[in-house]
C-alpha cells in the first residue's frame, strides 16, 4: 500500500486529496497543528499527526515521514505577518524537502501557485510579495534537492467543483485565472501516480482538457 504524508493537512486541498488518496486505496497522514482538526481530517480517511511544521527541526520532521513513500506540502502561513509567512512558506518547505531524503521518502510534491519564481513581479510593497519571495524560494531549493519533484502553479484558487478539466501552461496568468481547489487536489493525485510527471513545474488552470491529457509531457 501507498503511503503518503500531507503537510498542512487541515487546508482545503489538502482536505480534498486525502479523501482522494484514500479512496484510491492509499494510506495517508495529514500533519496538522491544530488538534482540534483531528476530526475533520480523520473524516477524509487520512490519519491525523498533530505536529507544529513551523516550529519543528528537520529531525523532528523526519520522524513523522519516515515510511512514507511521497510527501505533498500543501501548508502556508495564510497571508499573516512577512515574517511568519517566511517562516512557513520558506524555511519550513525546505526543512521538510530535507526532512524527506533525510527520511528516505522519494517523491516530493510542492503545491505552488501560477506564477511562482524569481521575476514574480510582485512589487515590494504589495501584501503578496512576502509570500511570493517564500515560494520562489522553497521551489528553487527543491529543484535542486535529489528528490522526485513536482511542483504545481494553479491559479487562484476558488471552491468551484473539481470536473477534471485543466489547462496546463496557461498563457493568460492574470489574478483571474481561477483553479478549483478541487481541482489541485486532483491534479496532484494524478502526479502522485505517474512517475514521469517527476522533474517538471506544471502551472494550471481550470479549463477543457481531461487530466490524461493535459498532464501528458509536451512534445
Known amino acids: 500500500m501507498t503511503r503518503i504524508a500531507i503537510i498542512g493537512g487541515h487546508g482545503k486541498v489538502a482536505l480534498e486529496l486525502s479523501g482522494i488518496l484514500t479512496k484510491d486505496g492509499a494510506e495517508v497522514t495529514s500533519i496538522i497543528r491544530n488538534p482540534d482538526h483531528r476530526d475533520d481530517v480523520a473524516a477524509t480517511g487520512a490519519t491525523p499527526a498533530v505536529l507544529d511544521v513551523e516550529r519543528s527541526t528537520t529531525a523532528e520532521l523526519a520522524a513523522a515521514l519516515t515510511g512514507h513513500d511521497a510527501v505533498v506540502w500543501s501548508a502556508g502561513a495564510g497571508g ?14 525546505i526543512r521538510s524537502m530535507d526532512a524527506a531524503a533525510e ?23 504589495n501584501s503578496f510579495h512576502a509570500y511570493a519571495e517564500a515560494k520562489a524560494a522553497a521551489d528553487a531549493y527543491l529543484r535542486g534537492t535529489g528528490l522526485a519533484w513536482t511542483i504545481l502553479g494553479p491559479g487562484s484558487l476558488t471552491d468551484g467543483p473539481g470536473n477534471g478539466l485543466i489547462d496546463v501552461a496557461p498563457a493568460d496568468t492574470s489574478a483571474g485565472t481561477g483553479t478549483a481547489r478541487a481541482n489541485v487536489a486532483l ?7 505517474l512517475p514521469q510527471t517527476a522533474g517538471r513545474t506544471i502551472e494550471f488552470r481550470d479549463g477543457t482538457l481531461p487530466l490524461a491529457a493535459a498532464l501528458e509531457p509536451a512534445t
Request: glycine residues 14%; aromatic residues 6%; negative net charge.
Open 80 to 93: 499573516g505577518s512577512p515574517e511568519r509567512t517566511y517562516a512557513v512558506d520558506r524555511d519550513a518547505a
Open 103 to 125: 527520511a528516505g521518502v522519494p517523491r516530493y510534491v510542492m503545491v505552488s501557485y501560477l506564477g511562482a519564481g524569481p521575476d514574480h513581479g510582485v512589487p515590494a510593497d
Open 187 to 193: 491534479v496532484a493525485a494524478a502526479v502522485l501516480g
